[in-house]
């Protein structure tokens, strides 16, 4: 007993690493399906944004990069689907410098390929990148186009006619932060204070306990807590709306969803690790106490 | 129809295998990723950055409708200004482009940090007797003793008696919580990558490349 304790105490850590490989792997390529259950927090987001009426307008901002993008992209794609099901038109902008834009442009043709029927500059916009996030967001409080004088095209915004009625985040019903860092605290404590504008933020689950203060506080309309919070949405979108229902059961893309069979699966790998770590312990502790008396 | 993998998907499975590596042990093929991650990441940064704010928001105003937009001229001063610490003898211009930087962003983070921060947590910490029930009394109360305790705890202006001390030990309780929350999250965010490229990894480089629909 001794000898296979002190074995599992010295064991090379790479074994390890190839069951945590081997658990997320599995998972992947045979999916399980296993059940999802929504928290307050994503349902209270999710009822803010169904609780707009069609021509209201949503900015999204990008404030991540793609190293959390299998957090956030599945948040981002799941409030565009939403809002564009409801006709709820939608203002994109990246504030994160290191690959904002590039996810926002890759999210938003994905999604809009789903709604052809959709116009840009009449149903949603594209405003692109704007470095000194802090600064950007106090002008948008008065003036977008003062922080955004053109599009990620190019267009000039006076040239599009969504962006004739959004002047200033007065005209914006929430803005939906998809955070990694410290940008999503920024519009909750810069930006909802100036304009009043209600804040939901998805942020990485690294980020997420910080945010409670601020949900507990009433200074958030809802949050989406990492991957799990991202297919809570997806299940009360699919709940809500058969489309989209549909689009979930059969999408062959990564979902949220999907991510969370594998994530079940390595926290009861790790629970598992910690329990057998403690018990080689405790266990070798007390030979050694054993031994010391002798 | 099977899609035999792009170039693009090779470079970037390839790339992951090298990232990944490390996780063996050290390798020439991890550095070089690693420096092709740094340098591309600044490449983008820099061009990104140029495209996005500095043309549109700068430059354009000032070449094409200068008589409206002169006052651009200040910022964009300052910014090159900012570059003065590399010549030899020009260390110290630099110093009041970034003396007015830092005023601008003190002023702007004061009033962030108390009417988005002090403000409204402090009115949360503050619960009105008047909407007491069993459930929103006892929520309270562990906030209640949470705050307290944890507050004593980083009091460091007076040496700890008996008591303090007792009461600091319950604020170590809700910290140790605390961090056995964020630590559960970080594990899920960090799982949460590895999902992330493994889901690249086996459905856009492997499968396709065997074949698998």
């Not at chain 1, 409801?86 to 999604?111: D, E, M």
């Not at chain 2, 996780?23 to 420096?35: G, H, M, Q």
């Not at chain 2, 929350?181 to 899920?188: E, H, K, P």
Request: charged share 15%.
């Amino acid at each position: 007993m001794a000898g296979f304790v002190e074995k599992l105490l010295n064991i090379d850590r790479r074994w390890l690493f190839l069951l945590v490989f081997a658990g997320v792997a599995v998972p992947i390529i045979m999916p399980m399906g296993l059940p999802v259950t929504t928290t307050g927090s994503t349902r209270s987001a999710f009822e803010f944004i169904d609780g707009l009426k069609p021509g209201d307008a949503v900015l999204i901002s990008f404030d991540y990069g793609p190293s959390s993008a299998p957090e956030n992209d599945p948040m981002a794609e799941g409030i565009m689907r939403q809002c564009f099901t409801k006709r709820i038109r939608v203002v994109i902008c990246a504030l994160y410098p290191l690959g904002g834009l590039q996810l926002a442009n890759n999210s938003l043709a994905k999604v809009t390929a789903e709604f052809p029927h959709l116009k840009y500059g009449e149903d949603y916009v594209n405003l692109g990148f704007k470095d000194g996030a802090q600064a950007v967001m106090k002008r948008m409080g008065d003036d977008i186009v003062g922080a955004f004088p053109v599009d990620v095209r190019g267009t000039p915004l006076a040239q599009i006619p969504m962006m004739k009625e959004v002047r200033s985040l007065h005209q914006i019903s929430v803005v939906v932060t998809i955070a990694t860092g410290i940008i999503g605290e920024w519009w909750i404590t810069q930006a909802h204070p100036q304009s009043g504008t209600p804040i939901i933020v998805g942020p990485t689950a690294v980020g997420a306990p910080k945010y409670y203060a601020y949900l507990n506080a009433g200074q958030l309309v809802g949050m989406l807590s990492g991957m799990k919070g991202a297919a809570e949405y997806e299940k009360l979108l699919a709940a809500r709306y058969p489309d989209l229902g549909r689009f979930y059961r059969t999408t062959r893309a990564f979902t949220a969803t999907k991510g969370m069979d594998a994530q079940t699966v390595i926290h009861f790998v790790i629970i598992l690790f910690i329990l057998i770590g403690n018990a080689a312990y405790m266990s070798h502790r007390a030979a050694l106490r054993k031994a010391a008396a002798r | 129809m099977t899609h035999f993998p792009d170039l693009g998907t090779w470079i970037a499975a390839l790339l992951t295998l090298f990232a990944l590596s490390f996780l063996y042990k050290d390798n020439p093929l991890f550095r070089f990723t690693e420096s092709l991650f740094a340098g591309v990441s600044l490449g983008y940064f820099l061009g990104t950055t140029l495209n996005q704010t500095l043309v549109p928001n700068l430059i354009k105003p000032l070449t094409h409708e200068f008589g409206q937009n002169w006052d651009l001229l200040v910022p964009g001063l300052l910014g090159v200004l900012l570059y003065m610490r590399y010549l030899p003898k020009g260390g110290w211009i630099a110093r009041y482009a970034l003396a007015i930087y830092v005023a601008y962003y003190i002023g702007l983070d004061f009033t962030r940090r108390l009417h988005g921060e002090v403000l409204p947590q402090l009115a949360r910490a503050i619960v009105p007797l008047s909407t007491f029930n069993a459930h929103t009394f006892f929520v309270s109360l562990v906030f209640a003793v949470g705050v307290f305790s944890v507050l004593i705890y980083f009091f460091f202006s007076k040496e700890q008696d008996r008591v303090t001390r007792r009461v600091a030990r319950v604020g170590i309780y809700f910290l140790m919580v605390s961090f056995g929350a964020a630590f559960g999250f970080t594990v899920m965010g960090r799982v949460a990558l590895l999902i992330g490229r493994l889901n690249f990894l086996i459905l856009d480089w492997i499968y396709p490349l065997l074949g698998v629909r």
